[in-house]
């Protein structure tokens, strides 16, 4: 028995006699642990019940074991009402189950036979209190928990509509990239459960269920293991005392051992101490039964010592042989050298000595994505002759290059060396081109010719050095042409625009020496995106031309290089084709053409092929999407796509990547826009974190992130702080991309809107009518910013009380934003309130009421219900219905008001 278990029926003993309104009160001044307090009232509730299980005779409770599942079967729990029988476990049952009140189903889990069992009781309360900490798109969500009348626990949670993992992978006879990727994603959830330090323990393809759509969805923490949890019953197996020794819950002996023996490890069959480790041995067995088809190990008619044999002593099968020699049709196209690797990735998630394996899930997954892309796995050791031999097999130009400098800076540049498939024939001449990419790295990270240590290495420093070192690489234009663009693109991540520039041009011109035709279409596509952040579209409108015409030449005319494999190829060329149409529907969010860019960007999503050499292409394609949403109004759906992104990004690149810091922008974005404006400080202030700990304080992305956080201060009316973060803001924005740039006049828009509030209005206007210039210069006259500006303006005339100036600034914006984002566009309705308010306070009573309600019904649709834009509308219509002499209108809208009003202190 447990030290907290002892406690609570010595409390359950101390009250269970008292009247029942006397209890809760005598608790209250035994203990203040709230959660013992509740433990405990819940015993005393089932005592008060009907006589518990073991009180009836004996064919009454065998019968109420085995036969009531179907019972409860239209029965309530709680507000759910059960429909079905989904399926039943050791620990309990599951049902589907519909709220009344709401349309979507839930899966509902109910103990079984918890009265006979306080440890399985307890250990159902674990998982409940487990599946309340995970909030990952990975893992069944947790949505509501309570007791039955009798006691027993239960809890509502999302019903999964999908197939077990290894079921969807045969009847769908997915090949082995998709098996990879599943594979991963389940990796993906499994590493939330261990960051919140629970360990599953029973990973299984049962519990992984597959969605049409491809998502999966972890499920069953009956038996999950809180690491951090000491001496708790909620955690302890049956008749077992559990204590902790941080990482690992140390060793939990008993007679019975909650596992699955098929996928359970050496140390869980054992009964020794279970950790991150077990759930990576798992995950390894899964893996190997998707791969090979079968278990490692046929346990199916062993005897408890046998299967003990088997699991802690025996090495399985290679997972290439077994899977070769059952010939699955997913093996097409399977190489030699993936067979090995696939084997030494298995056999490190395998080892039987827990301290072989991945260190952690997360490593595992990096090393599934190495697999993915025939890159390096870390597992291996890191030897000359095995990376000499991945070297050959990445068909890649200069990639040896790309994969070091990129490990050495990813902390700073998002940007890589693009990958270009084939592998030249002539092995002579690519030993060759080794050769020299080995040189070259090592005089770029040796230091000077004096010997600098490693450590005075600075990214500026390795920049440098790789540019004096491409100049030296003449007589190879291929990498040399690769190098530059890619020092290009990092250059372009650190914010220096016009350096990003010239290294691409000039790399575009080793390139087209060495006739490679795609090269250079992917060349021209990384200097239209740098012209697109720089706000000069014609100029990235004609290299989207040119990168288009390349990439129609080389699929229509054979490449003169030889070594080039034909179905690379066209995947390279495929990529470049959905990039590129990712650029032109960016430009078209940009100018504000929202129909065009939607168009667009679902054709570059369309075009993205399978195993596209840019991983994170289909990523930014969703994000473009996102804007197009925003821009539009649409924020559930822009809301919901660029969490979509978040979770792509922080799955391939990490948590601290810089576009997890736009995309974290982005969903703050939508919150500012609803009138959630503590929540957009929350994800503005965490974006922050991320940008400035990759980029440091002076970087273009910090500075426009610093912008956003700006504006949510000052509509919590932080005049102060939010002054400081607009001014650090504006001081590098125009240091990093000129005066004349939209990010500069974003910032001008909010450095205007704290003039306004500080009655500062010849300042304020000043700030408008310049950042009215700087919208119609870049962006054009008819771009939605240039009304944003105008309506300013007019803000500003209100302010001064020259109500007719305020009417004809209105009366622009209303039709600015209308032809721009649509007439049911929030910008737009909000605009009709301003023109409803300048009419009303002209005393023109009907003319205002119109244009108010207009506005009012818009932003109801769009925002939430106390957002100061409603609420002013709704003073507004109170005062000029009670003008009119209608008062129980003018009563409902006041009331609706007060309604909404932040609680007086």
């Given amino acids: 028995m447990s030290a907290r278990w002892a406690v609570v029926q010595e409390l359950f003993d101390a009250v269970v006699d008292l009247p029942a309104e006397a209890q809760r009160s005598r608790l209250q001044q035994l203990t203040d642990d709230a959660a013992l307090r509740e433990e405990v009232v819940q015993l005393l509730q089932a005592d008060r019940g009907p006589a518990g299980l073991i009180d009836h005779p004996l064919e009454h409770v065998a019968a109420r074991l085995i036969d009531n599942a179907a019972a409860y079967i239209g029965r309530a729990v709680g507000p759910?009402?059960?429909?079905?029988?989904?399926?039943?476990?050791?620990?309990?049952?599951?049902?589907?189950?519909?709220?009344?009140?709401?349309?979507?189903?839930?899966?509902?889990?109910?103990?079984?036979?918890?009265?006979?069992?306080?440890?399985?009781?307890?250990?159902?309360?674990?998982?409940?209190?487990?599946?309340?900490?995970?909030?990952?798109?990975?893992?069944?969500?947790?949505?509501?928990?309570?007791?039955?009348?009798?006691?027993?626990?239960?809890?509502?949670?999302?019903?999964?509509?999908?197939?077990?993992?290894?079921?969807?992978?045969?009847?769908?006879?997915?090949?082995?990239?998709?098996?990879?990727?599943?594979?991963?994603?389940?990796?993906?959830?499994?590493?939330?459960?261990?960051?919140?330090?629970?360990?599953?323990?029973d990973l299984k393809p049962s519990n992984v269920l597959v969605t049409e759509t491809g998502d999966v969805k972890l499920l069953d923490f009956g038996i999950a293991k809180q690491l951090a949890a000491a001496d708790d019953p909620a955690t302890a197996d049956a008749g077992a005392t559990v204590t902790n020794?941080?990482?690992?819950?140390?060793?939990?002996?008993?007679?019975?051992?909650?596992?699955?023996?098929?996928?359970?490890?050496?140390?869980?069959?054992?009964?020794?101490?279970?950790?991150?480790?077990?759930?990576?041995?798992?995950?390894?067995?899964?893996?190997?039964?998707?791969?090979?088809g079968r278990l490692p190990f046929d346990l199916s008619r062993s005897t408890p010592g046998e299967a003990l044999t088997e699991i802690v002593d025996r090495e399985p099968e290679r997972v290439s042989?077994?899977?070769?020699?059952?010939?699955?049709?997913?093996?097409?196209?399977?190489?030699?050298?993936?067979?090995t690797d696939i084997d030494l990735l298995c056999s490190t998630a395998m080892h039987k000595d827990a301290n072989r394996r991945y260190r952690t899930?997360?490593?595992?997954?990096?090393?599934?994505?190495?697999?993915?892309?025939?890159?390096?796995?870390?597992?291996?050791p890191d030897s000359l002759p095995y990376r000499t031999a991945r070297f050959l097999r990445r068909h890649t130009r200069a990639v040896a290059l790309g994969a070091v400098l990129a490990l050495t800076i990813a902390g700073i540049g998002g940007a890589s060396v693009r990958q270009i498939a084939g592998a030249r024939d002539d092995a002579r001449a690519e030993l060759h081109r080794r050769a020299e990419l080995q040189r070259f790295l090592l005089a770029i990270f040796s230091g000077n010719e004096h010997g600098a240590p490693p450590?005075?290495?600075?990214?500026?420093?390795?920049?440098?050095?790789?540019?004096?070192?491409?100049?030296?690489?003449?007589?190879?234009?291929?990498?040399?042409?690769?190098?530059?663009?890619?020092?290009?693109?990092?250059?372009?991540?650190?914010?220096?625009?016009?350096?990003?520039?010239?290294?691409?041009?000039?790399?575009?011109?080793?390139?087209?020496?060495?006739?490679?035709?795609?090269a250079v279409a992917g060349a021209l596509l990384a200097r239209a995106d740098v012209r697109l952040e720089q706000a000069q579209y014609p100029a990235a409108d004609s290299l989207l031309d040119a990168a288009q015409r390349l990439v129609k030449h080389a699929l229509d005319k054979p490449t003169p290089l030889a070594w080039r494999r034909d179905a690379d190829r066209e995947r390279s060329a495929a990529t470049l084709d959905a990039q590129l149409f990712d650029l032109r529907g960016r430009r078209q969010v940009l100018q504000g053409q929202y129909d065009s860019a939607r168009t667009t960007l679902d054709l570059a999503l369309r075009l993205v092929p399978p195993q596209s050499p840019d991983p994170m292409l289909t990523a930014d394609i969703l994000g473009d999407l996102a804007d197009v949403a925003f821009y539009t109004g649409a924020y559930d759906r822009a809301d919901t796509l660029n969490r979509d992104v978040l979770t792509r990004v922080q799955r391939h690149a990490g948590a601290f990547h810089p576009r997890v810091a736009s995309t974290m922008v982005n969903i703050g974005a939508t919150e500012f826009e609803r009138g959630r404006y503590g929540e957009a400080e929350r994800w503005f202030r965490d974006a922050l974190v991320i940008a400035e700990r990759y980029f440091g304080t002076e970087h273009v992305q910090v500075a426009s992130t610093r912008t956003m956080l700006g504006r949510a201060l000052v509509f919590q009316n932080r005049l102060e702080e939010a002054t400081v973060a607009l001014e650090q803001a504006l001081r590098v924005q125009q240091a990093s991309v000129g005066a004349n740039h939209p990010g500069v006049a974003s910032i001008l828009n909010e450095l205007g809107n704290v003039a306004i509030r500080r009655q500062q209005l010849d300042r304020a206007d000043a700030y408008f009518a310049r950042m009215a210039e700087v919208y119609s210069a870049?962006?054009?006259?008819?771009?939605?910013?240039?009304?944003?500006?105008?309506?300013?303006?007019?803000?500003?005339?209100?302010?001064?009380?020259d109500l007719p100036a305020a009417e004809r600034w209105y009366r622009e914006v209303v039709q600015r934003f209308a032809a721009a984002q649509g007439a049911g566009h929030l910008n737009t309705g909000i605009a009709r309130i301003k023109l409803g308010r300048a009419l009303i306070r002209q005393q023109r009573w009907r003319e205002g009421i119109t244009e108010s309600e207009a506005g009012y019904e818009i932003v109801k649709t769009n925002a939430a219900p106390g957002v100061s834009f409603l609420q002013a509308a709704r003073r507004d219509l109170a005062i000029a219905y009670e003008a009119l002499g209608q008062q129980d209108t003018a009563t409902r809208y006041r009331r609706e008001a007060e309604q909404y009003d932040p609680p007086k202190p």
């Fill in 321 to 339: 042989v077994v899977a070769q020699r059952e010939a699955a049709a997913w093996m097409h196209g399977v190489r030699r050298p993936q067979w």
């Fill in 778 to 801: 870049s962006n054009g006259d008819a771009h939605f910013t240039v009304a944003v500006a105008l309506s300013n303006r007019g803000t500003v005339a209100m302010e001064r009380k």
């Fill in 80 to 201: 759910y009402r059960l429909s079905a029988l989904l399926g039943e476990g050791g620990m309990g049952v599951v049902y589907r189950a519909e709220r009344e009140d709401l349309s979507r189903p839930v899966a509902v889990k109910i103990l079984r036979d918890g009265a006979l069992s306080p440890a399985r009781r307890a250990r159902f309360i674990a998982e409940r209190h487990a599946l309340a900490q995970l909030t990952h798109p990975g893992v069944a969500q947790l949505y509501d928990a309570g007791t039955l009348d009798d006691g027993t626990p239960w809890f509502a949670m999302e019903h999964v509509s999908g197939v077990p993992l290894d079921e969807y992978c045969a009847t769908r006879a997915l090949g082995l990239e998709d098996r990879l990727a599943l594979i991963e994603r389940v990796c993906d959830a499994v590493q939330h459960a261990h960051e919140h330090a629970i360990v599953h323990r």
């Fill in 455 to 518: 450590d005075s290495l600075r990214i500026t420093t390795v920049i440098e050095r790789g540019e004096r070192q491409a100049s030296m690489l003449e007589q190879d234009p291929l990498v040399q042409g690769d190098l530059l663009v890619a020092l290009g693109r990092i250059q372009r991540a650190l914010g220096r625009y016009d350096r990003a520039d010239s290294l691409m041009l000039a790399g575009i011109g080793a390139l087209q020496r060495a006739g490679d035709t795609l």
């Fill in 245 to 292: 020794t941080g990482g690992a819950s140390t060793a939990t002996r008993s007679q019975l051992r909650l596992l699955t023996p098929a996928y359970a490890a050496p140390e869980q069959v054992r009964g020794d101490a279970v950790g991150v480790y077990t759930d990576v041995y798992a995950l390894g067995v899964m893996l190997y039964q998707l791969l090979a």
């Fill in 361 to 380: 899930v997360d490593a595992l997954r990096r090393d599934l994505q190495h697999l993915r892309r025939s890159e390096p796995l870390e597992a291996h």
